[in-house]
């Protein structure tokens, strides 16, 4: 171990002599001075730039890559959920509501087939209640990259091609509703509205807390003080009870785009002070350092400190707080939602389905409409492992 600490002591110290003495080529090929553990030499390793640090540190966490990744996903879902979902949001099967998960195979006998389910018949049992009946003897085969019902792609284009459906039958892998709509395609286009409206509401607090917090920590005094106040005020009020309050104050009679910017702005307007309290106590550290006092005796101007070296200075820690925000913003829309105060119907989104399984005897019933939880659960944990990690790499003082 002593060994190895000298070793490495000894490659820095000539790292260093090699920088300060400004030559060119600091080890020599014969010397092969290779970090064994990632095969580069360590002139690279030890001048890496802030960012590459970052990523290093980032990618060495198995749990914030597979958030990040799991968000990808999501997103890209989201964005092509016409493509991806084998139905429109609205279409109803009226003969086969409440039909359960739809059992899909791909073995006839012991022998790998083409992806196959039988199909079903509904009826009513001596309880009065629906039920359905497995015809064995109808193989419905699953088809992909079929032709199907219109939508837009991106909302820009006209588009036909799904990823996967049926001929005939109803090919529902999540069950459908009360009303006979596949549940896999009202999740995917929900996520459209559920993740984007967090993605607008944090854009919204970043921009806020980013202003306000640099702006409190470099100006100080009677401009700190109010917008700290301000802070304090409005971190005074429980969430939940403010969330309620003003989207209670939204019309019934605005449109659902009025209706997603005003749920939008409330998300932002209660969830920048966050932002602006860790940037403003960063800035104030940052206000002392010997870049921003050179800018000021060049005559530097307050905008362009502020925007040329403490918000660059800064963007690690906002990056890292937008992402944690991210998580508070869905479940934010979700509970609204699911409450009746945020999205109503015909709007679909994650907290919309969930409200329609608050009853307790459909849930008892037919559980798998309590499925949108599940999505927004696994969003949720990926946003935090992201963050978190994020914040890792970000920190200086982790390992």
Known sequence: MTQDLDSKFK???????GLAAGSDEIFTEEEQHIDPRTGKSLETIYGASQWKLIWRKFIRNKAALGGGIVILLFYFVAAFGGFFAPYTKD????KFIY??????YILDQGKLVRPYFFGQTPKFDENLRRVYEIDFEKKIPVEFFTHGEPYKLLGL???????????????????????GRDMVSRIIFGS???????????????????????????????????????????????????????????PLTWSINQTYFAISVILSL???????????????????????????????????????????????????????????????????????????????????????A??????????????????????????????????????PYTI
């Open 358 to 395: 608050q009853n307790y005897q459909s849930l008892a019933l037919y559980p798998w409409v309590f499925t949108p939880a599940i999505a927004v659960a696994i969003c949720i944990l990926a946003f935090s492992y992201l963050g978190d990690g994020l914040r890792d790499s970000v920190d």
């Open 99 to 104: 039909m359960p998960p739809t059992k899909v």
């Open 192 to 250: 459209q509205i559920s993740l984007t409206i967090g993605l607008v509401g944090v854009i919204l607090s970043l921009i806020l807390g980013t202003i306000l917090g640099i702006v409190s920590g470099f100006y100080s005094g009677w401009v700190d003080n109010l917008i700290q106040r301000l802070i304090e005020l409005i971190r005074s009020f429980p969430s939940i009870p403010l969330w309620m309050a003003l989207s209670a104050a939204i």
């Open 270 to 356: 209660l969830g920048w002070t966050w932002l602006a309290r860790q940037l403003r106590g960063q800035v104030l550290a940052l206000r002392n350092q010997d870049f921003v006092l050179a800018s000021k005796l060049a005559g530097a101007s307050d905008r362009w400190i502020i925007v040329r070296h403490l918000i660059p200075a800064t963007l690690g820690q906002i990056v890292v707080v937008s992402t944690l925000q991210m998580p508070a913003m869905i479940l934010a829309e979700t509970a609204l939602s699911f409450l009746g105060l945020g999205l109503r119907p015909p709007v679909v989104s994650w907290g919309v389905l969930i409200q329609e």
């Open 91 to 94: 279409t109803r099967f009226t």
């Open 157 to 179: 284009f006209d588009a036909d091609m799904h990823l996967y459906g049926a001929s005939e039958g109803v090919v529902a892998f999540l069950g459908t509703d009360r009303q």
């Open 11 to 17: 490659e820095l110290n000539k790292l260093y002599e």
